[in-house]
């Protein structure tokens, strides 16, 4: 048996078979995702643990679901039949934070604000900043690829990942890549671990790159009467060279509802509202935020200004964060994660829009426009089954819709379940056939998460 | 026959049998490193031509060993028994700048100064920029994930490559990765292959992503006299947490072999000279080049400034690039390429004087020392088969010190032939494994650079 054999390696306070606790454990924040109650949960503390069980799980020929802390957006941490879920939340430390080589080694569930407060204490900074910062792990960073605000200047997860300690398909532990600043010595394998969704290993240790403090940002806001115009404002920006810190877009769908639920007194006088920032040091961050207010006004901004008011700049970029919570507490909500070229983010938003009235679903929109990446929000009132079938085929004309305009079917969030037949279009045969060699390869006995990202038929 | 399937399939003119000029497209710059001579060269002018090339050669189970210029170290072009090399001498195109997303589309053959030149044209820059950057390629840039100068601040080439065409060891054509500024659609296969060394695939294609133009740079100089005090240096300036766009070390050796070639009128009164670089705009840059400045003067500099004439300053730099040639010029030269923690690039320094005295060996030394990438050149003279085996023997010394030090075998330069019994060394044998896997995975008949970077056992 399965549980006896995992009885067995690990102490005993590692299992978890309460069917309540289970049932917490069974799938993240996907709505929609099929999921199932997992076989058992296990907790591990250690790198050896994690090995013990992928070891019991090749014999016994168990799917291991891996997890962090659940905030996935695409399904990847659901629960599959007979399947043990693996949670990282017990390996949560900050081994090391090392100043001198800019670096630090994390367990796979040290959450992701923890580690960048641990940085400023060195005066470091860890950049990658999705919106469930407050929650979500490094260890589920990686696996997704996480991106986030700052990403329009300072990249993703992948640009911070030097090396990682993963338990492989084969039950193996192994190092990958690097503590060096450099190096090319074989195949980049912790880059293919990066944004694999758990099916190619478990990570247990994670070595990232960090980055000097920087200088304090400028907020510059401004409101439009359209997405498309706001669009227009982010693609003059790009135009005149001006990469910001940060450049998000918010509608007044979210701002209404983060009021609703925390009363933060915020504006929804305009359709959209345009967040920039800008973190170069001195006068070059003066020009840069008098460059983005001019072209916001000359694409039709109603209103544009840089904020004198470090609070009410904060909120703006709380009430960001909080747009996915807040729209959920109204019903469920499928959210989007489509990037598409930045020149045709006008295009895209306008199809968005034509893709709401069209299935007659309430569509809200959060972007980092900057980097292309739009979350339409599509929510459906509670207990609405025609609304989900309806929500349901604005989203695939939304991801149809950016592939056709040369954009990806995920930018952040990552593939899980959601995506797979956005995937199977965006790759074609031939790739998606080089992923199953790779995934055969890697997980020759198909145990690491399967059915996540993309169909798997093991070669056993 | 190889060839008559060949003819039928291509223009006459992309097929090369004359012997004298099969003969300089044998091997690249990697002395020491075995080769043959090729069974045929091609120098296809299209994606369609690899493609036809690489399937005929999976007709006759025929290795393709794919080049360049040849301007590697490592001897990854090396013919190998039997072969087709592929020249992409002739893909040369850069088929699009565009200023909009900041990207570049060219082909495999683009010369490295070549797009950095056009993307300068539209105010865009290009950063990767290793020594061989006048003649090396992107494509070769990218098989061998090739470094520079500007990697201490601005990355490694695989942080701008975006997406790849590439012929795969099926013989698909296929394209990875993306042009979008974001993207996690399934695995990260245009990283993988990135660094690769022709192993996994055929590149026909590249998409790069470009950065805004940067400052003037300011040039900062140091003399010092031990290469373990100019280590020092460096490490304070990272600890004082400047990042300098450049932090170069150049030896006494280096600096007259370039002189007695170039006659640059360059001084060598000391035994090891930093060259330092900032690119902050305005007051920062000043404050940076005046920080390198004074960690210069407390490591013992006996002499340090602000460059105040960009000419000499100029002629520094370029006196580090034409240091492998120029030493060259007096004999067979290894070139080494280990890297290791920052922190610990003072005793590399000690243990590389050590490795020259105890198998009494020339040993120069130019290295990106912010990166704590180190290359060692270990020059010997014309027909002294004795120097040679001391020389051998001093490179692998060289080796297992940089990984007893925690650092890779390579930081840029790439595994090829020479290094891979340090590569074997570095890894162990679990991730080797799963290189082979992989490798088995997308050339499942072994017929891409068989025997560069692991030795390979195709699995059919």
Same mark, same amino acid.
């Not at 060279?241 to 983060?258: F, I, M, Q, T």
């Given at each position: 048996?399965?549980?006896?054999?995992?009885?067995?390696?690990?102490?005993?306070?590692?299992?978890?078979?309460?069917?309540?606790?289970?049932?917490?454990?069974?799938?993240?924040?996907?709505?929609?995702?099929?999921?199932?109650?997992?076989?058992?949960?296990?907790?591990?503390?250690? *790198?050896?643990?994690?090995?013990?069980?992928?070891?019991?799980?090749?014999?016994?020929?168990?799917?291991?679901?891996?997890?962090?802390?659940?905030?996935?957006?695409?399904?990847?941490?659901?629960?599959?039949?007979?399947?043990?879920?693996?949670?990282?939340?017990?390996?949560?430390?900050?081994?090391?934070?090392?100043?001198?080589?800019?670096?630090?080694?994390?367990?796979?569930?040290?959450?992701?604000?923890?580690?960048?407060?641990?940085?400023?204490?060195?005066?470091?900074?860890?950049?990658?900043?999705?919106?469930?910062?407050?929650?979500?792990?490094?260890? #589920?960073?990686?696996?997704?690829?996480? #991106?986030?605000?700052?990403?329009?200047?300072? $990249?993703?997860?992948?640009?911070?990942?030097?090396?990682?300690?993963?338990?492989?398909?084969?039950?193996?532990?192994?190092?990958?890549?690097?503590? %060096?600043?450099?190096?090319?010595?074989?195949?980049?394998?912790?880059?293919?671990?990066? $944004?694999?969704?758990?099916?190619?290993?478990?990570?247990?240790?994670?070595?990232?790159?960090?980055?000097?403090?920087?200088?304090?940002?400028? %907020?510059?806001?401004?409101?439009?009467?359209? %997405?498309?115009?706001?669009?227009?404002?982010?693609?003059?920006?790009?135009?005149?060279?001006?990469?910001?810190?940060?450049?998000?877009?918010?509608?007044?769908?979210?701002?209404?509802?983060?009021?609703?639920?925390?009363?933060?007194?915020?504006? *929804?006088? +305009?359709?959209?509202?345009?967040?920039?920032?800008?973190?170069?040091?001195?006068?070059?961050?003066? /020009?840069?935020?008098?460059?983005?207010?001019?072209?916001?006004?000359?694409?039709?901004?109603?209103? +544009? +200004?840089?904020?004198?008011? &470090?609070?009410?700049?904060?909120?703006?970029?709380?009430?960001?964060?909080?747009?996915?919570?807040?729209?959920?507490?109204?019903?469920?909500?499928? %959210?989007?994660?489509?990037? !598409?070229?930045? /020149?045709?983010?006008?295009?895209?938003?306008?199809?968005?829009?034509?893709?709401?009235?069209?299935?007659?679903? /309430?569509?809200?929109?959060?972007?980092?426009?900057?980097?292309?990446?739009?979350?339409?929000?599509?929510?459906?009132?509670?207990?609405?089954?025609?609304?989900?079938?309806?929500?349901?085929?604005?989203?695939?004309?939304?991801? *149809?819709?950016?592939?056709?305009?040369?954009?990806? !079917?995920?930018?952040? /969030?990552?593939? $899980?379940?959601?995506?797979?037949?956005?995937?199977?279009?965006?790759? $074609?045969?031939?790739?998606?056939?080089?992923? &199953?060699?790779?995934?055969?390869?890697?997980?020759?006995?198909?145990?690491?998460?399967?059915?996540?990202?993309?169909?798997?038929?093991?070669?056993?």
């Amino acid at each position: 048996m399965l549980i006896d054999d995992l009885q067995a390696v690990l102490p005993p306070e590692v299992l978890v078979r309460d069917p309540d606790v289970l049932r917490g454990f069974a799938h993240d924040e996907a709505e929609w995702a099929p999921w199932t109650l997992p076989e058992v949960v296990v907790r591990p503390r250690s *790198a050896e643990h994690v090995q013990a069980v992928v070891r019991v799980c090749l014999k016994h020929g168990t799917p291991v679901v891996t997890r962090g802390a659940g905030t996935g957006l695409s399904g990847g941490a659901n629960a599959v039949a007979g399947c043990v879920v693996l949670v990282t939340d017990r390996m949560t430390a900050i081994h090391e934070i090392d100043p001198v080589e800019r670096l630090a080694v994390v367990g796979p569930g040290a959450v992701n604000d923890d580690l960048r407060t641990a940085a400023g204490e060195h005066g470091l900074w860890y950049p990658p900043d999705p919106a469930s910062s407050p929650w979500s792990t490094i260890g #589920g960073n990686v696996a997704t690829n996480a #991106g986030g605000v700052c990403c329009v200047k300072y $990249g993703v997860t992948r640009d911070y990942v030097l090396g990682l300690q993963v338990v492989t398909g084969t039950g193996e532990l192994v190092r990958l890549g690097r503590r %060096t600043a450099k190096g090319v010595a074989g195949y980049d394998l912790a880059g293919l671990m990066v $944004g694999s969704e758990g099916t190619l290993g478990v990570i247990t240790e994670i070595t990232v790159r960090l980055r000097g403090k920087r200088a304090p940002e400028r %907020t510059v806001a401004g409101y439009f009467d359209s %997405t498309v115009a706001a669009g227009e404002a982010a693609a003059a920006i790009r135009a005149a060279g001006v990469v910001p810190s940060a450049l998000e877009l918010v509608d007044r769908h979210c701002l209404l509802a983060v009021d609703e639920w925390k009363n933060m007194g915020l504006s *929804a006088d +305009a359709e959209v509202v345009l967040l920039g920032r800008s973190d170069a040091p001195g006068a070059a961050g003066e /020009h840069e935020a008098a460059v983005m207010v001019e072209c916001f006004e000359k694409a039709g901004a109603t209103w +544009a +200004a840089q904020s004198t008011d &470090q609070e009410e700049a904060d909120a703006l970029f709380a009430a960001r964060r909080l747009a996915y919570p807040a729209l959920e507490r109204l019903g469920p909500v499928l %959210t989007e994660d489509v990037c !598409v070229p930045t /020149h045709l983010v006008p295009e895209m938003l306008a199809r968005i829009d034509l893709a709401a009235k069209r299935h007659n679903t /309430h569509i809200a929109n959060v972007a980092h426009i900057g980097d292309g990446n739009l979350h339409p929000l599509l929510s459906t009132p509670i207990g609405d089954e025609d609304a989900r079938r309806r929500a349901q085929a604005a989203f695939d004309d939304i991801v *149809a819709d950016a592939l056709a305009l040369g954009g990806t !079917v995920t930018g952040e /969030h990552g593939v $899980g379940l959601l995506k797979r037949p956005g995937l199977e279009n965006e790759l $074609g045969p031939a790739v998606l056939a080089m992923h &199953q060699a790779v995934k055969n390869a890697l997980d020759p006995h198909g145990i690491l998460n399967p059915g996540k990202v993309f169909a798997f038929h093991s070669v056993e």
